[in-house]
């Protein structure tokens, strides 16, 4: 995902209301509800960043709205980090599937060790056996310097990469555009639309992700069948 950077583009923090509460093992979780009930995919996150409790959830809840706008719900799982801690989050200790994605903020450093373009934000990882794509990645030091530098707020900036990482998972390769979220690189009219609130997904692609989440949640429907018809 790459921005062009600009200069004096000033933007206002747009955060969709939600809830939010600790399950007992202690995972925080996020979900914004639409009234009418959509295709619901959860995704885990992976904080290596260390991104503040409070940024992340305005980021969540950013990507959230974009996501209902397209027709689809998403429930976010906080996730740790180490072994170590993993007793303590039991909902994030499930059974990998088509239907769970996961999104990793990289640290600075990782995201130094990582091969990738100097404008790049992220990048979405494809299995080469042409399975469901099941995760993303985002250079959070790289957004939020970009964020600082021009006045942005970073959960709203974060919240968009996300989305855009995401949305790469849920439509498969080869998924920009030539308009919207999806558009590379982000010039003036897509940082002002995102500000707005109005840089989403083209029906299209809204159509297109709906189709292929129901062929996901499916998938994990008969692999969990199947479970537990062999236990």
């Known amino acids: 995902m790459n921005v062009?950077?600009?200069?004096?583009a000033m933007f206002s923090s747009l955060v969709l209301g939600h809830t939010r509460?600790?399950?007992?093992?202690?995972?925080?979780?996020?979900?914004?509800?639409?009234?009418?009930e959509s295709p619901r995919i959860t995704v885990f996150v992976y904080n290596y960043a260390s991104?503040?409790?409070?940024?992340?959830?305005?980021?969540?809840?950013?990507?959230?709205?974009?996501?209902?706008?397209?027709g689809l719900e998403i429930h976010w799982l906080d996730c740790p980090l180490s072994s170590e801690e993993a007793n303590r989050?039991?909902?994030?200790?499930?059974?990998?599937?088509p239907a769970k994605l996961a999104v990793r903020l990289m640290s600075r450093s990782m995201g130094?060790?990582?091969?990738?373009?100097?404008?790049?934000f992220g990048?979405?990882?494809?299995?080469?056996?042409?399975?469901?794509?099941?995760?993303s990645n985002v250079f959070s030091g790289h957004a939020q310097?970009?964020?600082?530098?021009?006045?942005?707020?970073?959960?709203?900036?974060?919240?968009?990469?996300?989305?855009?990482?995401?949305?790469?998972?849920?439509?498969?390769?080869?998924?920009?555009?030539?308009?919207?979220?999806?558009?590379?690189?982000w010039h003036l009219k897509e940082l002002k639309s995102a500000a707005q609130g109005l840089l989403n997904f083209t029906p299209e692609q809204a159509d297109r992700m709906q189709?292929?989440?129901?062929?996901r949640l499916a998938l994990s429907e008969r692999r969990g069948v199947q479970v537990e018809k062999d236990r």
């Open 4 to 8: 062009t950077p600009l200069l004096g």
């Open 21 to 36: 509460q600790l399950n007992n093992g202690g995972t925080s979780e996020i979900t914004v509800h639409s009234p009418i």
């Open 123 to 135: 990048f979405a990882m494809f299995p080469e056996n042409g399975s469901f794509a099941t995760v």
């Open 51 to 70: 991104v503040s409790p409070e940024v992340l959830l305005q980021t969540e809840a950013e990507a959230s709205r974009i996501y209902q706008r397209a």
């Open 145 to 185: 310097d970009f964020a600082s530098d021009h006045g942005l707020p970073y959960s709203v900036m974060l919240g968009h990469l996300i989305a855009h990482e995401l949305g790469h998972l849920l439509l498969g390769v080869g998924s920009h555009s030539s308009t919207g979220i999806m558009h590379v690189p």
């Open 112 to 120: 130094q060790r990582l091969p990738h373009e100097q404008d790049s």
């Open 89 to 97: 989050f039991p909902t994030c200790q499930v059974s990998p599937g």
């Open 211 to 215: 189709r292929n989440t129901e062929l």
